[in-house]
């Protein structure tokens, strides 16, 4: 791989991680060239606010009711202000494949409403339980089918109401979990880089999700439309005899992750998560490998500096063809 074209671009070794609360981060990159903390900044601040997936209630179904401008016995809120007060219970979701579901809730009075009283299934948890939802009198029942979904993005409720039965009353999502982002570009604030420029991105989430997954699935999303353009302005590679394989590819991409002489929980990080060679580790950013279980900031350190001294970095990106030719070598060499 060719990497003269980037001499000119200076990347950060590391991304400066700000703790402010459970759901406040703020990530500092620097020093980068001028003109690109605008650009990297404002493309992941559009992608967090618009693309990161989350839970939202999609509809409701009330005992006795039949649509939102109705009031529900013994029950001191209506439908509609019934409804605003769920649309603000966050929903966390505990696996992959969570898709849509459909939870109960109930209660009888006297007493508070909560978040606390929906019935969950296994693969889903409520961040803030205590929130209120109504005040039920001595006599009510209150009985409820509550649709949730996962998605992006804003729906309206017409958009939900379509095949649904009678009682079922739909709701305008908002499903983003993303409260807040905002992002600042300056000078460089690092020794002998003061013509450079300081990325400082701030991002608040409502706890369903840490900043930093949100951060890493942001990049994810920008990193899969740019491939989409790399290969469009590359050479086509002329066809090579196998005979060429270790001429034309780093031998050090070849080697384990083992002989990166790396301390043990980087060692045992990386064995869990099927990295085994070099070439699928410098693949991986920072991001990556800090969203990585039990991986820390100087497990980062180290490997970035044992892949310096084979003039190898996080990040790179090889094409399916260049892969193959690496997986054909590392079979060769192993037979």
Request: hydrophobic share 35%; glycine share 6%; net charge negative.
């Amino acid at each position: 791989m060719n990497n003269d074209i980037f001499e000119y671009l200076q990347l950060p070794q590391e991304i400066k991680v700000e703790r402010i609360n459970d759901r406040h981060e703020r990530f500092i990159l620097e020093p980068i060239n001028e003109g690109f903390a605008t650009t990297v900044g404002n493309a992941l601040r559009r992608v967090l606010l618009s693309s990161i997936q989350g839970i939202g209630v999609i509809g409701i179904k009330i005992e006795g009711v039949e649509h939102e401008f109705s009031g529900v016995n013994g029950v001191k809120e209506d439908v509609i202000n019934i409804i605003l007060n769920l649309k603000d219970v966050i929903f966390k979701n505990l696996s992959e494949n969570f898709k849509e579901c459909v939870i109960k809730m109930s209660k009888k009075g006297p007493g508070v409403l909560k978040a606390s009283d929906i019935k969950l299934t296994s693969d889903l948890k409520i961040i803030n339980p205590n929130h209120y939802i109504a005040q039920l009198n001595d006599d009510a029942e209150f009985e409820a089918e509550i649709y949730l979904k996962k998605g992006v993005g804003y729906k309206q409720a017409s958009q939900e109401s379509a095949n649904r039965e009678i009682g079922y009353i739909p709701i305008d999502t908002l499903f983003t979990p993303i409260r807040r982002v905002s992002f600042n570009a300056g000078k460089s604030m690092e020794r002998g880089f003061y013509d450079y420029e300081r990325l400082v991105l701030d991002v608040e989430t409502d706890g369903s999700i840490t900043p930093k997954e949100a951060l890493g699935q942001a990049s994810y999303i920008l990193n899969s439309h740019f491939k989409l353009f790399m290969g469009s302005f590359k050479e086509p590679e002329p066809d090579l005899n196998y005979s060429d394989f270790n001429e034309e590819i780093d031998e050090n991409l070849l080697k384990t992750v083992e002989d990166l002489e790396l301390n043990v929980r980087a060692s045992n990080c990386l064995r869990n998560h099927d990295i085994k060679y070099i070439w699928q580790l410098v693949q991986k950013t920072d991001i990556d490998l800090l969203n990585t279980r039990n991986f820390g900031k100087q497990s980062l350190k180290e490997i970035k500096a044992a892949l310096k001294q084979m003039g190898l970095s996080l990040g790179m990106t090889f094409d399916e063809k260049y892969i193959k030719r690496i997986e054909e070598a590392i079979k060769r060499s192993e037979e």
